[in-house]
């Protein structure tokens, strides 16, 4: 089938438009420019035929394809005269200046570097992806709903005290922690899941050594039927194998969440000193775990069905496993920074040292 005369003027003047922009380009000088001129825009040349082969086209087509072959023309009008201007200037300077030469080396320009809590980040990425999770992420501004109610922190509890919070307005507060992921999650996918969330958390903490009101965590979630804590130990266990190197020794201590239960706490034994007979909790005895020997990796536990149940999800039919690690710290050990706010501070005498 052929085209309509209206479709096949269009064709035609678009590419007649685009080989003009090419030759305007690639001219080198005013005279080849003025040839470019004579055979696109001249008296005779390929743009006025094509406005005058306008009046062949239908009638009720005219003023659109008019007015688009005029677009292009004029498009063409304003790239040569650019060149031009380009052209004359260049004109104008004369010869190259003699004293410039091409061959010395160029300005280095200054390179960058990933940032500490990066590299950590993108480990953990690397990690879990490979334990084929998939990457989730949701807002950092949030409700009550996913930051509290959700996660069977009902109102009234301590942590949802104003001071606690960084409250915005209309009840919405700054997450102050990436488990509300896990309920955005839950709420807009089926089970079975296995999903991780890295983001930025807050929390009104006055910043010192230990300390920000920002920090990254991540998150990780799995849900599926017949889930018990024995997964959770290995996930958990292959985690911590592939960050601190497979001969890590892990122990899970309880611990009380309220979106959780069981819960637990992950620690490891320090990758440093091995923990060996290091007297609980002298200080300065080792600079990664300050000789307690152990040190606290993440916290973790068994979905509470409340939760599953808040989602939708039964949890007769479903369980799941769940748990939370904070970013900067990991950075902290790993490298033996004794103040977290060197993290914050983007200093490039700190930061170059990452290469
Ligand atoms: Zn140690």
Same mark, same amino acid.
């Given at each position: 089938?052929?085209?309509?005369?209206?479709?096949? !003027?269009?064709?035609?003047?678009?590419? /007649?438009?685009?080989?003009?922009?090419?030759?305007?380009?690639?001219?080198?000088?005013?005279?080849?420019?003025?040839?470019?001129?004579?055979?696109?825009?001249?008296?005779?040349?390929?743009?006025?035929?094509? @406005?005058?082969?306008?009046?062949?086209?239908?009638?009720?087509?005219?003023?659109?394809? $008019?007015?688009?072959?005029?677009?292009?023309?004029?498009? /063409?009008? &304003?790239?040569?005269?650019?060149?031009? &201007?380009?052209?004359?200037?260049?004109?104008?300077?004369?010869?190259?200046?003699?004293?410039?030469?091409?061959? !010395?080396?160029?300005?280095?320009?200054?390179?960058?570097?990933?940032?500490? *809590?990066?590299?950590?980040?993108?480990?953990?990425?690397?990690?879990?992806? #490979?334990?084929?999770?998939?990457?989730?992420? $949701?807002?950092?501004?949030?409700?009550?709903?996913?930051?509290?109610?959700? !996660?069977?922190?009902?109102?009234?509890?301590?942590?949802?005290?104003?001071?606690?919070?960084?409250?915005?307005?209309?009840?919405? @507060?700054?997450?102050?922690?990436?488990?509300?992921?896990?309920?955005?999650?839950?709420?807009?996918?089926?089970?079975?899941?296995?999903?991780?969330?890295?983001?930025?958390?807050?929390?009104?903490?006055?910043?010192?050594?230990?300390?920000?009101?920002?920090?990254?965590?991540?998150?990780?979630?799995? *849900?599926?039927?017949?889930?018990? =804590?024995?997964? @959770?130990?290995?996930?958990?266990?292959?985690?911590?194998?592939?960050?601190? $190197?497979?001969?890590? /020794?892990?122990?899970?201590?309880?611990?009380?969440?309220? =979106?959780?239960?069981?819960?637990?706490? !992950?620690?490891?034994?320090?990758?440093?000193?091995?923990?060996?007979?290091?007297?609980?909790?002298?200080?300065?005895?080792?600079?990664?775990?300050? $000789?307690?020997?152990?040190?606290?990796?993440?916290?973790?536990?068994?979905?509470?069905? #409340?939760?599953?149940?808040? +989602?939708?999800?039964?949890?007769?039919?479903?369980?799941?496993?769940?748990?939370?690690?904070? +970013?900067?710290?990991?950075?902290?050990?790993?490298?033996?920074?004794?103040?977290?706010?060197?993290?914050?501070?983007?200093?490039?005498?700190?930061?170059?040292? =990452?290469?």
């Amino acid at each position: 089938m052929s085209e309509s005369p209206s479709a096949e !003027l269009l064709t035609e003047a678009a590419t /007649v438009a685009a080989q003009a922009l090419a030759a305007i380009a690639a001219a080198g000088e005013l005279e080849s420019l003025a040839a470019v001129r004579a055979r696109y825009a001249g008296k005779n040349g390929a743009l006025k035929g094509l @406005l005058k082969a306008i009046s062949g086209v239908p009638k009720e087509d005219r003023p659109s394809v $008019g007015a688009e072959v005029n677009r292009l023309a004029a498009h /063409v009008e &304003a790239a040569l005269e650019a060149r031009k &201007a380009i052209l004359e200037s260049a004109d104008a300077e004369g010869p190259t200046d003699p004293a410039f030469d091409p061959t !010395l080396p160029g300005t280095r320009l200054p390179e960058g570097s990933v940032h500490p *809590v990066s590299i950590v980040m993108d480990e953990i990425r690397a990690i879990f992806t #490979r334990m084929g999770f998939d990457e989730a992420s $949701g807002p950092e501004v949030e409700d009550a709903w996913h930051n509290f109610d959700a !996660l069977n922190i009902p109102a009234g509890h301590p942590a949802r005290e104003p001071t606690d919070q960084f409250f915005v307005e209309n009840g919405l @507060l700054l997450r102050s922690q990436t488990s509300t992921v896990q309920i955005r999650v839950m709420e807009s996918r089926k089970p079975p899941l296995r999903v991780f969330a890295p983001g930025r958390v807050y929390r009104p903490d006055t910043v010192d050594a230990r300390h920000l009101y920002a920090f990254h965590q991540v998150e990780g979630l799995v *849900v599926d039927e017949g889930i018990s =804590f024995a997964d @959770l130990k290995s996930c958990i266990n292959s985690f911590a194998r592939s960050m601190y $190197g497979i001969d890590v /020794v892990t122990r899970f201590r309880p611990h009380n969440f309220p =979106f959780t239960e069981v819960s637990a706490e !992950l620690d490891v034994r320090c990758p440093s000193c091995g923990g060996d007979d290091a007297p609980r909790g002298t200080p300065g005895r080792c600079a990664t775990c300050g $000789g307690e020997g152990w040190i606290e990796v993440l916290g973790c536990g068994m979905v509470h069905p #409340r939760v599953l149940e808040l +989602v939708g999800y039964d949890p007769e039919r479903w369980t799941g496993f769940a748990f939370g690690l904070g +970013v900067e710290r990991v950075a902290m050990r790993r490298w033996h920074l004794d103040d977290v706010r060197m993290l914050e501070d983007n200093d490039v005498r700190f930061l170059r040292q =990452f290469r």
